[in-house]
């Protein structure tokens, strides 16, 4: 459950549609849709009654609605307590992963710069493992890395997810639907060890009793990616935010059974360095994670 998606559940009730809480939100309606129904798969239960015209909550979506406006409360309370100006002033060392800087860091450095205008923000782009050592030897204050490299002996939320999926050049692939066994004949383009990502996908296929027949290791995004639409072989690349290279025919989306699993995101911390500014910090996070476009904009302001 994720503050976003609370939000479109509080402003439709609250201005009485969809449509107007998308445009308070700054976001599209679908978007807010998406939310609305996120929560109702994750509660297994509807909330709102759509035998209407009008956005009415049923009793669950009330009950819903209720908690909501009582976390949201919390979250402001949060941000208006620990984001004074004058109050926090500190450096604050903040490691991500390359796709992160690639897609919403730009949004979480404005947040934070707006509601922390003294903290100086030093951000970080290295791979997962890096990102996890670096933690652990005290050289960042917070990591956002794949779920894959959270260890125990740091706190971690998860804030957000990503998609991957099967692509290539057109044409470097033959046929329509795959198994996985019979993709992994192909040449494959992998992140590595040292990726979170490619950890991940590593140990899922090895539980698919599947072995690439060749695997060439790409640990930067930028170069697999470039290596994928060069032909070069087939690659796992995040689904949506490389949308736009599909449309321009660069790239082609392979229908591969079984489908790839869900990468989550956690914001990972030292223990000892817990602070309402880092779990702050980590709220905003979890507001702004969005892994669906590269090179976002910063919001406007109020946007947020």
Same mark, same amino acid.
């Given at each position: 459950?994720?503050?976003?998606?609370?939000?479109?559940?509080?402003?439709?009730?609250?201005?009485?549609?969809?449509?107007?809480?998308?445009?308070?939100?700054?976001?599209?309606?679908?978007?807010?849709?998406?939310?609305?129904? $996120?929560?109702?798969?994750?509660?297994?239960? *509807?909330?709102?009654?759509?035998?209407?015209?009008?956005?009415?909550?049923?009793?669950?979506?009330?009950?819903?609605?209720?908690?909501?406006?009582?976390?949201?409360?919390?979250?402001?309370?949060?941000?208006?307590?620990?984001?004074?100006?004058?109050?926090?002033?500190?450096?604050? /060392?903040?490691?991500?992963?390359?796709?992160?800087?690639?897609?919403?860091?730009?949004?979480?450095?404005?947040?934070?710069?707006?509601?922390?205008?003294?903290?100086?923000?030093?951000?970080?782009?290295?791979?997962?493992? +890096?990102?996890?050592?670096?933690?652990?030897?005290?050289?960042?204050?917070?990591?956002?890395?794949? $779920?894959?490299?959270?260890?125990? /002996?740091?706190?971690?939320?998860?804030?957000?997810?990503?998609?991957?999926?099967?692509?290539?050049?057109?044409?470097?692939?033959?046929?329509?639907?795959?198994?996985?066994?019979?993709?992994?004949?192909?040449?494959?383009?992998?992140?590595?060890?040292?990726?979170?990502?490619?950890?991940?996908?590593?140990?899922?296929?090895?539980?698919?009793?599947?072995?690439?027949? $060749?695997?060439?290791?790409?640990?930067?995004?930028?170069?697999?990616?470039?290596?994928?639409?060069?032909?070069?072989?087939?690659?796992?690349?995040?689904?949506?935010?490389?949308?736009?290279?599909?449309?321009?025919?660069?790239?082609?989306?392979?229908?591969?059974?079984?489908?790839?699993?869900?990468?989550?995101?956690?914001?990972?911390?030292?223990? *000892? /360095?817990?602070?309402?500014?880092?779990?702050?910090?980590?709220?905003?996070?979890?507001?702004?994670?969005?892994?669906?476009?590269?090179?976002?904009? +910063?919001?406007?302001?109020?946007?947020?």
């Amino acid at each position: 459950m994720t503050f976003k998606q609370l939000e479109a559940l509080y402003w439709i009730a609250q201005l009485g549609g969809f449509a107007p809480a998308a445009n308070h939100l700054h976001t599209s309606q679908s978007a807010i849709s998406k939310r609305v129904h $996120e929560l109702e798969q994750l509660f297994d239960t *509807e909330l709102f009654d759509r035998s209407l015209r009008t956005a009415r909550l049923t009793d669950k979506g009330e009950e819903m609605f209720v908690l909501a406006k009582k976390l949201l409360e919390q979250r402001d309370a949060a941000i208006e307590q620990f984001g004074k100006p004058g109050v926090v002033e500190r450096r604050v /060392r903040l490691g991500v992963t390359e796709l992160t800087a690639m897609t919403w860091l730009p949004r979480l450095v404005s947040l934070i710069r707006r509601h922390y205008p003294k903290v100086i923000l030093e951000p970080d782009v290295d791979d997962s493992l +890096q990102l996890r050592d670096k933690l652990l030897a005290d050289a960042l204050d917070l990591a956002i890395v794949p $779920e894959t490299f959270a260890d125990a /002996r740091m706190p971690h939320r998860v804030i957000g997810q990503v998609q991957s999926a099967w692509m290539c050049k057109p044409g470097v692939v033959q046929g329509g639907a795959l198994r996985l066994h019979e993709l992994a004949q192909h040449r494959m383009l992998v992140q590595g060890g040292n990726s979170g990502t490619g950890r991940a996908y590593d140990a899922w296929m090895k539980e698919q009793g599947v072995q690439p027949a $060749e695997v060439i290791v790409v640990s930067n995004l930028v170069a697999l990616t470039g290596f994928t639409v060069s032909g070069l072989g087939v690659s796992y690349l995040p689904r949506d935010c490389l949308s736009p290279l599909v449309a321009a025919g660069m790239l082609e989306v392979l229908q591969v059974t079984p489908p790839l699993p869900v990468v989550r995101y956690v914001a990972m911390h030292k223990g *000892e /360095r817990r602070s309402a500014l880092t779990s702050s910090l980590v709220m905003l996070a979890q507001e702004c994670c969005d892994f669906s476009r590269m090179f976002q904009a +910063q919001p406007a302001a109020g946007a947020e």
